[in-house]
């Protein structure tokens, strides 16, 4: 059974950190992309970074370039999202998604970012 599990999210002050994690199974991890996404409440899932199978490649949305960085460690099967200086505006519920031969969605882990 393919799972992508992701763990970390909370509620945490602008200007502070979190780290999440997504925990994948069930099919051949190093063979696929993986992105992370996003979505806030009344908007469209939106794109937040990258990493290619081979980790070698990442990519950032503007709106988080310089403040998040994806990493992922092929050994352990798992994609990481460290997120620094947060604004409320990163608000939204975070999914990961395992792009290559199939497409794999987890069911995604709050972050709330408020005073």
């Known amino acids: 059974e393919v799972q992508l599990v992701e763990s970390g999210g909370g509620l945490v002050q602008p200007g502070g950190s979190l780290r999440l994690s997504c925990a994948a199974s069930?099919?051949?991890?190093?063979?696929?992309?993986m992105r992370w996404y996003r979505q806030a409440p009344g908007k469209e899932r939106e794109l937040v970074a990258v990493?290619?199978?081979?980790?070698?490649?990442?990519h950032y949305a503007d709106s988080v370039k310089g403040r998040f960085t994806i990493s992922r460690d092929n050994n352990k099967n798992t994609v990481d999202l460290q997120m620094n200086s947060l604004k409320p505006e990163d608000t939204a519920v975070y999914y990961c998604?395992?792009?290559?031969?199939?497409?794999?969605w987890g069911r995604g882990t709050q972050v709330t970012v408020s005073s």
């Open positions: 990493i290619s199978s081979s980790a070698d490649n990442t």
């Open positions: 998604n395992a792009w290559g031969p199939s497409d794999y």
């Open positions: 069930g099919f051949t991890f190093s063979n696929y992309h």
